[in-house]
């Protein structure tokens, strides 16, 4: 499923004193099979756009029963696949059902007395009327969807959501959203909070689940050095506007305009700066591992050289 967002505008509190634009004419297409991230100062529109993307913020043309005008400016687009956001009839609920959305800090969501009931939440909440799963189907999903965030089922899903440490109540919500195995997973700062490690186990789940039910992965990140290690491409947001798109490789290279927008850059791309200003130019994508190729490629050169 491709998502298509053509000249998509969102303001907040409408025509009230407060109104705040949040999104400003964002054209933005990812296609089926990426690892997408989304980048920006505090404020930008991040959130705010990709709560679109499975119709939790709604354009006006869906909710309105009015047909659309026709001929007057640009009317916006958003399509997920064959889903048209823009319509009132589009059903939603089946649009939620392939696209899954973590968000920001989701841990503060969980409720139920046990992680069990917690994540089998997501599953029943997604079941159509008359479809109802059978006990047995919803723990055998539960079961497997802790598994495949890493928390043994035998430990784990009996407890209080509430008893876990912060990584594993993270895990816990991501349980109950996969749980469903959603062909698009959306994640708000997925790793936001977590200690290095923490982060890297999250960020390995999130590439198991791309390389098997889970089509597309698309990813808010205030981490450079996350974009540059796991995103096929990137969107930097500013001001409710997407003011550039690439793949890190790319991306990465424009350090000053980058730093205009607020933004960090890698780790990997400070150490090819420092390199540069001294002389020695490694090209790389940014990666850990670029970035060792790069400059053992550099050494085996020079060690011919030397020799010759
Ligand atoms: N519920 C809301 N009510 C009013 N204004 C809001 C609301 N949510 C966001 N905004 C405003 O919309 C703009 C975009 O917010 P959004 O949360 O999308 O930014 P963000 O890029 O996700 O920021 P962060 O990196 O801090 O999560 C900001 O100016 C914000 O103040
Ligand atoms: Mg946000």
């Known amino acids: 499923m491709r998502i298509v967002a053509e000249h998509l505008s969102y303001i907040y509190n409408a025509r009230t004193p407060f109104a705040a634009k949040a999104l400003d004419d964002v054209s933005l297409t990812i296609e089926e099979g990426e690892f997408y991230g989304i980048i920006g100062q505090t404020g930008s529109g991040k959130s705010t756009f990709v709560q679109h993307l499975n119709g939790l913020l709604r354009l006006p043309s869906s909710l309105k029963r009015k047909k659309k005008k026709k001929g007057k400016g640009v009317s916006p687009v958003l399509r997920v696949g064959e889903f048209d956001l823009s319509e009132k009839k589009t059903d939603f609920r089946a649009l939620r059902k392939h696209v899954g959305m973590v968000f920001q800090y989701p841990e503060y969501q969980l409720f139920a007395e046990t992680v069990e009931k917690d994540v089998a939440f997501g599953l029943l909440n997604f079941a159509e009327k008359g479809k109802k799963p059978s006990d047995e189907e919803v723990k055998r999903a539960v ?11 035998k430990e784990y899903a009996e407890k ?43 960020m390995d789940l999130l590439h198991k689940f791309h390389g098997d039910w889970c089509k597309t992965v698309v990813i808010v990140s205030h981490d450079m050095d996350e974009i540059a290690e796991n995103c096929t491409r990137a969107a930097v947001f500013s001001e409710g506007k997407v003011v550039k798109e690439a793949p890190p490789k790319e991306l990465f290279r424009e350090t000053e305009e980058l ?8 780790l990997v791309a400070k150490l090819c700066e420092a390199l540069k200003e001294r002389g020695v130019k490694i090209e790389c994508d940014f990666t850990e591992d670029g970035f060792i190729n790069a400059v053992l490629g550099r050494a085996a050169l020079r060690g011919k050289e030397g020799q010759a």
């Open 143 to 153: 079961w497997e969807a802790l598994e495949a965030v890493g928390l043994d089922p």
């Open 160 to 202: 209080s959501p509430f008893e876990l440490s912060g990584g594993q109540k993270r895990r816990v919500a991501i349980a109950g959203v996969i749980v469903t195995k959603p062909e698009i997973l959306v994640l708000d700062e997925p790793a936001a909070g977590l200690d290095p490690l923490g982060k890297r186990e999250v």
């Open 259 to 266: 730093s205009s927008l607020g933004l960090d850059i890698p």
